[in-house]
Nanobody, 120 residues
Framework: QFVESGGGLVQPGGSLRLSCRVP????????IGWFRQAPGKEREGVSS???????YYVDSVKGRFTISRDNAMNTAYLQMNNLKPEDTAVYYC????????????????WGQGTQVTVSS
């Protein structure tokens, strides 16, 4: 199971921090991160971090989002700065095996999602 938190409503230019804890899944040899899905759009991979610290960001969030993980706490974090209206979506925490590309078919487990709304 996943324990997700940190979503909400924020004005453009604001910040939010998402967290995802997976108490029943060891993060050893697993990559953890987030996808997002906006209304009417496909789910897209936003960011991921592998057990050895390799990081992926989709181009649209580079320089604004920062992902990190705390293996001892089985938790990952996504710091989102300078948020834009186009970042509005449901954000889903997800897990894949290390070495797998951060794409939908490679995801082994999903969180329930948390809403992020960027609006003035």
């Amino acid at each position: 199971q996943f324990v997700e938190s940190g979503g909400g409503l924020v004005q453009p230019g604001g910040s939010l921090r998402l967290s995802c804890r997976v108490p029943e899944i060891t993060l050893d040899y697993n990559t953890i991160g987030w996808f997002r899905q906006a209304p009417g759009k496909e789910r897209e991979g936003v960011s991921s971090i592998s057990s050895d610290g390799s990081i992926y960001y989709v181009d649209s969030v580079k320089g604004r989002f920062t992902i990190s993980r705390d293996n001892a706490m089985n938790t990952a974090y996504l710091q989102m700065n300078n948020l834009k209206p186009e970042d509005t979506a449901v954000y889903y925490c997800a897990i894949a095996s290390d070495g797998d590309t951060w794409l939908y078919p490679n995801i082994r487990a999903w969180g329930q999602g948390t809403q992020v709304t960027v609006s003035s």
